[in-house]
């Protein structure tokens, strides 16, 4: 059984390892490397895992090795990995916002199996969802092991090219601070109408969750959801049609583009 080297044990370490913890990967299997004492030693604690302050010694002892550091310090601690790298040939997954796997494979001296993901903030609850994409050196087995540990918090999706990850970045890696801004509008609209605060955003979050779940579990597509529960001459259409005048379907048009350009312009940079 392949041994994980988680490389920074922040916030999204530790959701991937609580996660794969609690799907039944023995304490074992894992190794973090994390330069805060204090947060090595929650790490420690917390889940009963080998942490270490030197990044050489931990990725030495694993066949996969998990970038999940800030992108700022990902170029420095790569390349002092680089023959290490050459020598044991791990997987290497990264989930590295904007890092391309063509300045990963530079910053480590040549083609190594990579894995480049790109996952979302409610991974931090086990409801995130990861897009994956992995260069020609990933063995199918390196591939399905990247997935289950992605998929330790939420569920995962493969892309076939690695432009598209700027348009997942778009969607899913800033979308939910698109909902947070839509339930922040829906709650003071909701204040406006003379609910409380509390009121409006316990109505407000409890409806996005509730239709998310809907829509998850139902078979029809969402405008057919919306279209079940749009009566006409009722609430909903009458909510619905001033959201179509002011061009709701251009406005998330012209965010998610937005988005997916500032992405690989980001990527740009990050190669140059
Ligand atoms: N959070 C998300 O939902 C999310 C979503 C998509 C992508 N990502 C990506 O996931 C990566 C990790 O995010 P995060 O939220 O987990 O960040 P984080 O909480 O800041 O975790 C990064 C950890 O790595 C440590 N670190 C810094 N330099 C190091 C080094 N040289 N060697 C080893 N460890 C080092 C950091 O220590 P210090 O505190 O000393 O810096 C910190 O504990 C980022 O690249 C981010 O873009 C995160």
């Known amino acids: 059984m392949s041994k994980i080297a988680f ?12 996660g794969l913890l609690s799907s039944g990967k023995s304490a074992d299997k894992i190794i973090v490397a ?7 030693q929650a790490l420690s604690s917390d889940f009963g895992i080998e ?3 030197n990044n050489i010694d931990v990725v030495q002892q694993a066949d996969c090795w998990v970038l999940a550091v800030k992108p700022q310090v990902v170029k420095g601690v790569v390349s002092e990995l680089a023959a290490l790298a050459a020598a044991q040939q791990p997987v290497v997954v990264s989930i590295v916002a904007g890092i391309p796997l063509g300045s990963l494979e530079k910053w480590l001296g040549g083609r190594c199996p990579l894995v480049r993901t790109m996952p979302n903030t ?3 609850v086990g409801k ?3 897009a994956l994409f992995a260069n020609q050196q990933a063995s199918a087995s390196q591939r399905a092991l990247a997935e289950q540990i992605m998929q330790a918090a939420g569920t995962t999706l493969w892309v076939d090219d690695e432009a598209l990850l700027d348009a997942v970045t778009a969607v899913s890696g800033s979308g939910p601070a698109y909902f947070f801004r ?3 509008a829906m709650i003071d609209a909701g204040q406006a109408l003379g609910l409380s605060q509390q009121q409006a955003s316990q109505l407000t979050l409890a409806t996005a969750a509730g239709a998310a779940e809907l829509a998850i579990q139902s078979e029809h597509s969402v405008a057919r959801l919306r279209e079940q529960v749009t009566s006409p001459g ?3 259409a009458a909510a619905l049609e001033v959201m179509n005048d002011l061009a709701i379907g251009d406005l998330f048009d012209q965010a998610l583009r937005a988005a997916n350009n500032r992405a690989a312009e980001l990527a740009q940079e990050a190669d140059g």
């Open 34 to 40: 994390e330069p805060v004492a204090a947060a090595a």
């Open 7 to 18: 490389i920074g044990g922040g916030n999204m370490a530790r959701a991937l390892i609580g």
């Open 182 to 184: 839509v339930m922040e």
């Open 122 to 124: 409610p991974a931090l």
């Open 234 to 236: 009722g609430t909903t």
């Open 128 to 130: 995130g969802i990861t």
């Open 51 to 53: 942490v270490s302050a």
